[in-house]
């Protein structure tokens, strides 16, 4: 890998900009989609880059950036064509973006830590208006519901709506997991499905206080539950039997032997 400088960072800017050109003019493909189309492929993007940083595949999370990127250009393309802006308008308004919420660095202001600077962010963000007068205004509808509860409990982190202590936040998971165990004994669904909310919320607030991503956590954890999974699956078919055959006990015990393999 070399170490790129300025002047070769813009010509392989400019390159990609020249391809896209090209693509969007010469291949029915590209010359056919719209932002709309491209939206859910640029979601599957994302994830697709989200799975190579948590395998670690540093291979893998620069080719899944440059599939983002080749989106972020396409989207600009797009709206060129449209007349409404283009790829320097983006990154034009997106440096004085950055320069405005960082006061810390291109102004006066003084910070202590990253939570001053997130607060001061969340404020600079209220101030500039685009009709949003909610600290919450900016947590996108369509975010996975585990990572939005985050962001919720993040963003109201930053106006002091906030537990003051790790023990007060797990009191609080102590307290919807009564509540859930109450609607259980009750025998209403509606409750039931309610107070499991209530306790995956609170549940994801320990996980920020404990500086955790539920998300990823969680994801590492589906991973883990596949490999062994399959690591049975695969015991089961050396001894010829089937799943459906085997007892929760024999299952368990393979589990436990993956466990302690490491797996």
């Not at 950036?65 to 060129?80: P, R």
Request: proline share 3%; charged share 35%; glycine share 4%.
């Amino acid at each position: 890998m070399t170490e790129n400088n300025t002047e070769e960072k813009i010509k392989a800017f400019a390159r990609t900009l020249k391809i896209m050109d090209e693509l969007r003019e010469q291949c029915p493909w590209d010359r056919k989609q719209t932002m709309e189309t491209l939206r859910p492929l640029s979601i599957e993007e994302t994830y697709e880059l989200g799975d190579a940083i948590l395998q670690n595949d540093m291979k893998g999370v620069k080719e899944e950036l440059g599939d983002l990127f080749l989106h972020l250009i396409f989207y600009s393309k797009i709206g060129e064509e449209r007349k409404e802006f283009n790829v320097a308008d983006v990154l034009n308004d997106l440096c004085e973006k950055l320069i405005r919420r960082h006061p810390h660095i291109y102004g006066d202001v003084k910070v202590n830590d990253e939570e001053d600077v997130k607060q001061n962010w969340e404020q600079i963000k209220l101030k500039e208006g685009k009709g949003k007068t909610s600290v919450l205004a900016g947590v996108p509808v369509s975010l996975p519901a585990l990572i939005k509860a985050y962001r919720i409990q993040d963003k109201a982190s930053q106006v002091k709506f906030e537990w003051e202590n790790l023990d007060d936040v797990w009191k609080k998971v102590e307290e919807e997991t009564a509540e859930l165990h109450e609607a259980r004994a009750q025998g209403d669904p509606v409750k039931i499905e309610e107070e499991f909310g209530d306790l995956l919320f609170a549940l994801t607030n320990y996980a920020r206080f404990l500086k955790v991503d539920p998300e990823a956590a969680l994801e590492r954890t589906n991973i883990k539950f596949i490999r062994r999974f399959k690591y049975i699956e695969e015991q089961a078919k050396k001894m010829n039997k089937s799943l459906n055959d085997m007892t929760l006990g024999e299952m368990d015990g393979i589990w436990n032997e993956a466990k302690k393999a490491g797996l």
